[in-house]
């Protein structure tokens, strides 16, 4: 039988430990990264709650004020856009569980006003500028894309 240099046995077993670390990384990240990003959609998701819980108390306030009462809601965003997708939108929605309305109208923005009109103390969020001129409730408007206006 041959003898094996001693050389060639030091690089096997450097190339056998360096598969079996990559191994283990791969099977930890395989398990830690589910987590992490776990986190940090919970993260995102409070975030976003205690915005929307802001906006909610200036909405109350500018109602309890009466009317021509406005108050200017200033969002701090990074550069970009604000995507909120489909999955955290529907986490958000579910946590919350908003009550929905039935217009009971086939033609929404009719239903809207209708709505409007009989709830007197709801605010009313729309990008629609025909729509805002019907409505005297309290509105949601965006301003400059980085305001939110409450009248």
């Not at 589910?34 to 975030?47: G, N, R, T, V």
């Not at 965003?77 to 217009?103: C, E, T």
């Amino acid at each position: 039988m041959k003898k094996r240099s001693k050389k060639a046995q030091v690089w096997i077993e450097t190339v056998i430990y360096t598969l079996i670390a990559l191994v283990l990384i791969g099977a930890v990240l395989a398990f830690v990264k589910p987590k992490l990003q776990e986190l940090q959609d919970k993260a995102i998701i409070d975030q976003t709650v205690q915005v929307m819980e802001g906006i909610d108390a200036k909405i109350h306030s500018v109602v309890q004020g009466g009317a021509g009462n406005k108050r200017i809601i200033e969002l701090q965003l990074k550069k970009g856009a604000i995507k909120i997708q489909s999955y955290l939108a529907l986490k958000i929605l579910r946590a919350n569980m908003p009550k929905l309305i039935d217009l009971k109208i086939n033609y929404v923005d009719k239903g809207i006003v209708k709505y409007a009109n009989t709830h007197p103390s709801s605010a009313i969020a729309t990008l629609d500028s025909e729509l805002k001129k019907k409505i005297k409730n309290s509105k949601l408007v965006i301003r400059g894309k980085k305001k939110l206006e409450v009248q």
